[in-house]
């Protein structure tokens, strides 16, 4: 029921310079089939263990087969979410230039400096879930630690405002969430209940998108960033280390039928139609290394839309500098999909529906 995805590998391209894909939609990449995906510790959660474990979700309503959950002996809310964010200008932030940021442009209303908010993947990583307020409205800021996929969803549904916290159940290496009134279980990587009494609904994605800290600190350095939460406690659970991703070769506790699983893709909606595809090299993966410093560089992409004010725009990629140059007005556009120079300059373009994450995660997707 999850509608079709297109995948780009980011560690595929050079990491020397930004790469650019105009008209993304012209190209044919490969399909590939449903991965599976098995960790040491996580068995099939069947209705009647999760019943016996507590669960009042209502299994006769599923999006996808239950067989195809896994579940561990660790406890829901064994992920503690961070309650209050606090945010501070990018210019007085410390955070490596290299750590990954995930980006939310606010169009009006309160929503944070510059109207520019970024969520540093690094203080997610082991917290999973941000509980935020974005324009006026409450969201969700979520990172599956297993597969490095970040999104940022709309709480509001159907006049209600979900609780969402994380169930420590995995669908296909990527994490699930759950709302604590109906306990149904939500897709972390595309909003989608796949259990319970909302089975097949899916939340509101906030257009997002994914750069380095450097990238955005030097575009806006105004813009509200994520300060680092307090300390808690953390999951006894198994991680993926910084070595384990620049190697690029999973640990014997991770088995996929994934070709190159630890490839960063960047996957897209199927009918997200063309796309101007911006690479930023510069960003580390989320991961720590030793000594808590960034993560190996794998870069990121970001996907926009190609159209500004019903005209539609070719792109031809910077060789200069970071970015990309429209034809039509001779614009340049920096990393962040903003024109910084030329007839265009302070234009934004518009965010596809995008995710960025392992292979192993996103090739899952159906």
């Known amino acids: 029921m999850t509608p079709g995805n297109r995948s ?30 098995e960790l ?17 979700t209502d299994f006769s309503r599923t999006s996808v087969p239950l067989d195809a959950l896994r579940a561990s002996d660790l406890a829901r809310d064994a992920f503690v979410p961070i309650a209050a964010p606090r945010f501070a200008p990018a210019a007085e932030v410390e955070l490596d230039p290299a750590e990954p940021v995930l980006v939310h442009r606010v169009t009006g209303g309160p929503g944070g400096a510059g109207g520019v908010r ?15 307020s974005v324009d006026g409205a409450p969201v969700a800021v979520t990172l599956c630690s297993l597969c490095a996929s970040a999104r940022a969803f709309d709480l509001r549904l159907d006049g209600e405002v979900l609780d969402l916290a994380v169930s420590a159940l995995l669908l296909d290496g990527n994490a699930l969430l759950y709302d604590r009134r109906t306990e149904s279980l939500w897709r972390q990587r595309d909003g989608e209940a796949v259990a319970g ?9 906030l257009p997002t998108f994914t750069v380095s800290f450097g990238a955005l600190r030097a575009a806006h350095p105004e813009a509200a960033v994520m300060l680092a939460p307090e300390r808690s406690r953390e999951p006894p659970i198994a991680r993926l280390s910084a070595d384990d ?39 580390s993966a989320p991961h720590r290394a030793g000594g808590g410093g960034p993560g190996p560089a794998l870069g990121s992409e970001a996907a926009f839309r190609t159209e500004v004010g019903g005209r539609a725009l070719t792109f031809d990629l910077s060789t200069q500098s970071a970015g990309a140059r429209d034809r039509e007005t001779g614009s340049r556009w920096n990393v962040l999909g903003e024109a910084v120079a030329g007839p265009l300059r302070g234009t934004w373009l518009a965010p596809l529906p995008q995710v960025q994450g392992f292979r192993f995660a996103l090739g899952a997707a159906r």
Do not use: N
């Open 8 to 37: 780009l590998a980011a560690r595929s391209r050079p990491k020397a310079a930004i790469s650019v894909l105009a008209l993304l939609a012209a190209c044919a990449p490969a399909r590939e089939p449903a991965t599976a995906v």
């Open 40 to 56: 040491d510790g996580y068995e099939p959660a069947r209705a009647e263990l999760l019943r016996a474990a507590g669960w009042k």
């Open 118 to 132: 970024g969520w540093p993947l690094a203080h997610l990583l082991r917290r999973e879930l941000a509980r935020d």
């Open 197 to 205: 009494a909302h089975a097949g609904r899916r939340l509101r994605a």
């Open 245 to 283: 991703v620049a190697r690029g070769v999973p640990p014997t506790w991770l088995r996929t039928a994934c070709a190159d699983p630890l490839a960063l893709v960047l996957s897209l909606d199927s009918g997200a139609g063309d796309a101007l595809v911006l690479r930023d090299a510069r960003t």
